[in-house]
């Protein structure tokens, strides 16, 4: 049996996480980089721009600083402060995720067209993910001569509890966008086959939501299982660039789709 808080293994598993992560950032940054035209399109008023858009820009570029965080704690080669930047690269990176549920949650807003009870729960649950997501430093780092920074503490409980919170969030979300969509097209009493807006946006949601919620299945688990410090949070990355990727491209293709014609917000 593998003994997981040996440092043999331990040292095996930061290899693995510095590796993975640079691995991360290059997939994050072809994403980025390939819908950059989104970008432009706002920044010229070919796309008009408009307040939800505020959440999608501030989840794609903290998560692009976290994982620049990342990277600079894994290779820079002269002694930093660690734990400063890690606490910074944990925040932005939960900030990311607790973004693309707000994400999610203004287009369901907008489904409803503006509901009020709809909005103050959202809103009542949007409070208690980020009460969750600011409970502060989770994360212990310290500086090792020929490694970079190392991660030697995690406090998985309430990492554990965000990621679960965050999956019950998408899940509420992903039912009332379903059910509204549902029942409008069922109360029109007509047979006709429910619109492209329709299909995409249910389809757009379902997607989503079954990439985050396996993404954060596999990181709550390997958080519970507590191997070590390193092996707690080496899925929770992951999990953050499936929100945020998933994410932005529904928020992407809503608002193309509304500037050929349809209006929504």
């Not at 966008?177 to 389809?203: C, D, E, N, Q």
Request: hydrophobic share 60%; net charge positive; with cysteine.
């Amino acid at each position: 049996m593998v003994d997981w808080k040996s440092g043999e293994v331990i040292q095996m598993d930061s290899m693995i996480f510095m590796k993975f992560m640079h691995v991360l950032l290059g997939l994050y940054l072809w994403e980025f980089f390939i819908s950059l035209d989104f970008e432009w399109a706002v920044m010229t008023g070919k796309t008009r721009f408009r307040w939800p858009l505020i959440f999608y820009f501030a989840g794609r570029y903290l998560l692009l600083f976290a994982l620049i965080g990342i990277a600079v704690a894994l290779d820079i080669p002269s002694e930093i402060n660690c734990q400063a930047l890690y606490a910074f690269n944990q925040l932005a990176g939960n900030a990311a995720v607790g973004l693309a549920s707000i994400n999610l949650s203004v287009r369901t807003i907008a489904i409803w067209s503006q509901n009020t009870w709809v909005i103050i729960l959202l809103v009542l649950i949007i409070i208690g993910h980020w009460s969750l997501i600011l409970q502060g430093i989770l994360l212990t780092a310290v500086w090792l001569p020929g490694v970079g920074c190392a991660i030697t503490y995690s406090d998985t409980t309430i990492l554990a509890a965000t990621f679960i919170y965050s999956m019950c969030f998408d899940f509420v979300v992903l039912c009332l966008s379903a059910y509204k969509l549902a029942w409008t097209h069922t109360r029109s009493g007509t047979s006709i086959a429910p619109s492209r807006l329709v299909r995409m946006l249910f389809s757009d949601g379902l997607i989503y939501f079954l990439i985050a919620f396996v993404s954060n299945v596999i990181a709550t688990i390997m958080m519970v299982l507590n191997l070590n410090a390193i092996m707690s949070v080496i899925f929770n990355v992951p999990a953050a660039i499936a929100s945020t990727i998933v994410a932005s491209r529904v928020v992407r293709r809503l608002t193309n789709f509304q500037r050929s014609g349809v209006e929504m917000m």
